[in-house]
C-alpha cells in the first residue's frame, strides 16, 4: 500500500545532522512520527516540538509503523539498530518496510535485507547525498536498492526528502552507488585542489580560473560548491573530512573483496589519513585541498 | 577597433580536427579569412569551398591581417608559426592581434607575448575546451589571458567561436587555466571509470548508477559524456589519449618549474603513459578508464 | 627452565611450507614433538616418519609440552588454534610457552598474549623471514616479542629454526617488526622492478646493472634474490604474492588505526591486487614487477 | 696505453664535494693532475696544496692529458665543459680518453660520445655511487658504460677513486646504470621510511627492528645507513635532497621518451618536491622520510 501524508506513521532511527532535518521534513509534508536517537541534543527536542513522538528504543519506533527509517554512522550501528536486541526488527509488523539511509557496506545491506525478508518485512537501501543542506533543504539525491514495488509504495516518503530519487537495482545497489558517488566526489575535490593550486602558483586569480572553468568539460558540482570553498577557505563542514574517511575505507574493503582495483582512491584514502593526523577530522572534506597546499607551503588563495 | 564581420580580415594558422570547424565558423558569421595549413587535407579544401583564401606560409595569413588566429599542436609548433622564419610576425602589421588558440606552456606564451608586443603586435592566449563537437557547434568555452582592451576588441571573434568566454587574467593566464582544465579533465574521467567499475563489479547496473549520481556531488559534466562513452565502450576521440597526455606532461613541467605538487596528475600520467604503450594514443581519452578496468581483469559493460 | 634438546617437549600445529621443514629440523636438534596439522599431506607424514607424534588437535599438542608453536596462516587461524574449543589453552598447562610464528596483527597478538598470561601461560609472538628455502636451512630470521626471560628460555628453540635471531620488544613488536618487513620487502621489489625495466628498455643488459648496482648504495638482498629472478624469469614460489597481499593489507589496516600514513604501500598493494586479479596469486613476489613490466607492454628480459 | 700513475697525466673539470676528493685521491695514487673549477673554494687550494695544477679553462686541462675527467653538476653543464667554446674537446689529442664521472643523461651521454669518437677521442660514462664518503675512501662504486679496450686501459684510473668497478655495457649505460641506482635508492628510502614509522607507532622500537630486520630479507644498504640516520635524526648530507630530485626529473623524463612507466618513482618525486617546498633542499636524502612523519605528525623517533 503506497505512503500516503496523514495515514502513513513513519518510525524514525538516528536524528543526526542529516537525520533531524529529514524528520522535520516528513512531520512537515504529513507523516506521523516515532522517533529515536541514542543521545539528547537540541536537535532532538526541535523534531519533538515539531510533532515527533520520541520513544526509548529502535524497536519502539517500529511497534504500529508502516515505515522505519535508520539513519545512523556506520555498518555496526545499523546492524545493531535493526537486527540488535532492542533493534526494528523486534517490533517491525509483517508487510513494514525498513528504508536505510545510512551509507554502509553494500554486502552487509543485503544481508540485512535478507534477514528482515525472512521475517516478511521489506527494505529499502537508500543513501543520500546533498549535504546538511540538502537535508534542510529537501534536495537530496536519493540512490535506492530494492524491488520496484516496494521502492513505488514508498516514493511520497522518499519526496518529501529529496529532488532527486533514483531505483539503482536491487538490494545493496542503493549502497553501491553511495560508494561510486563518494569515490567520485572526494577524488574530484583533490583534482579541483591541484587545479586551482597550480592556477593561483601560476599567477592567476584562482576565482576566475574557476569560473572560466565552470563553462567547460571540467565543470561539475565540486568545482563549484567545493572550489569556491577552497578559494573563500570556507572549510566549517558540510560533510566532515572523517566521514569522507570512513567512506573511502568502506570503498576500498567492498573494492578489495570484489577485487575491483583502487589506486587513486587509496591514495586520497591516504592523504585524508595525514588531515586527520593533523587535526581536521571535522573540516568539511573540501579541506582534501589542504594536503596538496600543504605540500606546496601555500594555499590556493595565496597566502 | 573592435573586429567585426564584414570589415575585419583574419588569418587563420593550423586546420586541424578542431582549427578547420573553427575556420568554417568565422566565415559563416561573415569574417574574410586568408589560411595556413602545413599539409594538405579534405578538411583545408572544405576551409577553401567556404571562401577562405588559402595562402602558403604562416607570414602571409598575416598580411593585411587585423586578427590572427594559431591553432596548432605544441609549445614549439606555435613558437614556429609565430616567431619563425615565414612565422606571423614578419607580416603581422603594428596594432594587430595574435590569438594563440593551441594548448601550449603558460611561460612560454609569455615571452611570446612579450616578443610581439615588442613589435607594437598585441597578444591574446585564448585556448579552448569542448573538443570537435564544441568546435563545429560553435559551443567553445574559451579561456583568454592578455589586455582587457585587445580581449574587448575581439570579441565578436570569440563569440563566433565559442559560447563561455572568459578573459581570466593578462597573458599566459589563459594558458594557466587551459591547465588546470586538462588536470580536472584527466583526474575526473579517471574517478569517474573507478566508480563505474566498482558500481559494475558489485553487480549494479552502471548505467543507472551514472544517471543516479548525476542529480548529486558526483556530477560533472565528465560523468555525463566521457561516463556515457565507458558504458556504451564508444573511445573513438574525441579528444586523443596521446593530447591529453602532452598536457598531462605539460602541467607535471610548469608544475615543477612553479613548486606545486601534482600527485594524482603525476599518477595519473604514469597510466596513460601505459595505454599509449598499449596502443591506445589515438584512443579518446575517456579511455583512462581501460587502465582500471585492464588491473581488474573486466570492464565497466561487464565483459 | 630453559628448554633443551632431549628433555623439552614441543607442540606443534600447522605442518605447512614453512611449518613442516622448521618441524624437522626441531626433531634433528633433538626435541621430541606432537604435530598437529589440519589436512593430510606428504610433508606431514614426512614429519611423523622423522619421529614427530601425530595428534588429532590443537589441544593436544598442549598436553605435557614445555613449548608450542604455531604456525598457521592468518590472524583467525592464529586465535582458533590457541584460545578456540579445541585449541592450545585448552590443554597447556601453566608455565608453558606459546611460540606463536605465524604472520598476524600486533594488536590482536597482544590480546592473545593478556588472554594467556591470565591462565599462566607465557608467550611470545616470533614471525619468521627467509621463505622456504631459510626454513629448510635453519637460517631463518627471527623477531621476537615478549619478556626477556622468557625469550632467553627459548633461545635453544629458536636456534635450531633460524640465525638472525632477535628479541625485538614486549608482545606484539615481534609481529610489527614483520609487518616493517614485508612493508620493505614488498616496496623494494617494485623499486628494483622500476629500475632494471628502465635499464632494460634503455638498451643496457639488465644483468650487468643489477651486478654494478649490487656494490653501492642500491644494494639489497631484494636486488641480489629477487632482481635474479625477474632477470631469469623464475617466479615460481618462493613467497606466494597472496600471502605477500595479505600481509600489506594487514599492514594497512593497522597502519589506519595507529594513524600511519603509507602512501607507497597502499599503491603497491594496488598492484598486487591487479596481479592477483590476473590469475598470479600463487607467483613468487618478484612478479610484482610484472605489473610495471605489463605497464611497459614489454618485460625486463626484453620480451 | 694503460694509464699508469707516474707516467699519465690526467685533467680533473669539476672539484665539488665529491670531485675534489677523487682528484686527491688520484694525485696520492701518483698521477699527476691539471684541474680546472668555475670557483674558488678552500677544498680547490686542497687540491693545489697536493700538488694539482690549476687551470683557467677546461680545455686547458685537456692540454697534453691522456685522460680527462669531467664531474659537474646537471647535463647542460657536462655539454658546456666538453663540447663548449673553452671546451675539453677543443684541446684534447687524438687517442685521449674523456671521462664523464657526473650523473646525467643517457641519451646526451651516447651524442656526446659520438661528437668525441668523430675527432678520435674517446668517451667513457662512468658515473659513481657511495656518497662523499666513498670519494673520500676511494671506496665509490663505478658504473661505466663504454667500449672494453678504453675501460681496460683506464683501470687504474679507475682503482685510485673506487672499489667496485664494473663495465655495464656501451656509452650510456654506465648512466642508465646509475639512472637505476638513483631509483631504487630513492624508493628504497621511502620504503624504510614507511616502515620504521610504522614500528614506532606501534610502540616497538625502530632501532631494534633496524637491527632485527637487517638479518632478512629486508636488508639494504639503505636500510643500515640511512635507516640509522632517520633513527638518530641526522639529515646533514651526505647526498642532498635536491641533487636525488635532479636524479628522478631525470629518471622521469627519460622514462617518457622511452615508455618505461614509473609509478612510485613519479610518486616519490611528487614526495621530494614538496620537502624542497619546505626548504629542505640541501638535507640528506634519508629526509625523504620527512614526508611520510609530517603526513603522521609524529617521527620515527617518536617526538
Redesign the interface.
Known amino acids: 500500500m503506497p505512503a500516503r501524508p496523514g495515514t502513513t506513521q513513519i518510525g524514525f532511527v538516528g536524528l543526526g545532522i542529516m537525520g533531524a532535518p529529514m524528520a522535520l521534513n516528513l512531520i512537515e509534508a504529513g507523516f506521523s512520527l516515532k522517533v529515536y536517537n541514542r543521545t539528547d541534543r537540541p536537535r532532538v527536542q526541535e523534531v519533538v516540538d515539531a510533532g515527533g513522538e520520541r520513544v526509548a528504543t529502535p524497536a519502539e519506533t517500529a511497534s504500529g509503523s508502516d515505515v522505519i527509517i535508520t539513519n545512523v554512522t556506520d555498518t555496526p550501528d545499523v546492524v545493531e539498530v535493526i537486527l540488535g536486541e532492542d533493534g526494528v526488527l523486534r517490533s517491525a509488523r509483517e508487510g513494514a518496510t525498513v528504508i536505510d539511509m545510512s551509507t554502509i557496506s553494500?554486502r552487509v545491506t543485503r544481508d540485512i535485507a535478507a534477514a528482515l525478508n525472512e521475517r516478511g518485512v521489506h527494505m529499502l537501501d537508500a543513501p543520500v547525498?546533498?549535504?546538511d543542506v540538502g537535508a534542510q533543504q529537501g534536495t537530496l539525491?536519493i540512490?535506492v536498492?530494492g524491488e520496484q514495488s516496494v521502492f513505488d509504495d514508498c516514493l511520497a516518503v522518499f519526496e518529501a526528502m529529496g529532488?532527486?530519487i533514483?531505483?539503482?537495482?536491487?538490494n545493496?545497489?542503493g549502497q553501491?552507488?553511495k560508494?561510486?558517488?563518494q569515490?567520485?566526489?572526494a577524488?574530484?575535490i583533490?583534482?579541483?585542489g591541484?587545479?586551482?593550486?597550480?592556477?593561483s602558483?601560476?599567477?592567476?586569480?584562482p576565482a576566475?580560473?574557476r569560473?572560466?572553468?565552470?563553462?567547460?568539460?571540467?565543470?561539475?558540482?565540486?568545482?563549484e560548491?567545493h572550489g569556491e570553498r577552497m578559494i573563500k577557505r570556507t572549510f566549517n563542514p558540510g560533510f566532515r573530512i572523517r566521514h569522507q574517511q570512513k567512506d573511502l575505507?568502506n570503498?576500498l574493503i567492498?573494492?578489495?573483496e570484489?577485487?575491483?582495483?583502487?589506486?587513486?582512491?587509496?591514495?586520497?584514502?591516504?592523504?585524508i589519513?595525514?588531515l586527520?593526523?593533523?587535526g581536521k577530522a571535522e573540516s568539511d572534506h573540501s579541506a582534501i585541498a589542504n594536503f596538496?597546499e600543504?605540500?606546496?607551503?601555500t594555499t590556493i588563495a595565496g597566502d
Open positions: 553494500p547525498s546533498g549535504g539525491s540512490m536498492g529532488k532527486n533514483t531505483l539503482v537495482g536491487g545493496g545497489d553501491t552507488c560508494v561510486a558517488n569515490i567520485i566526489v577524488l574530484t583533490e583534482a579541483v591541484e587545479a586551482l593550486l597550480f592556477s602558483k601560476a599567477g592567476a586569480d576566475r580560473v569560473e572560466a572553468l565552470m563553462g567547460g568539460f571540467a565543470s561539475s558540482r565540486i568545482l560548491v575505507n570503498a567492498t573494492g578489495k570484489l577485487g575491483v582495483p583502487l589506486p587513486v582512491t587509496a591514495l586520497v584514502q591516504q592523504m589519513g595525514s586527520m593526523n593533523a596538496i600543504d605540500m606546496a607551503g
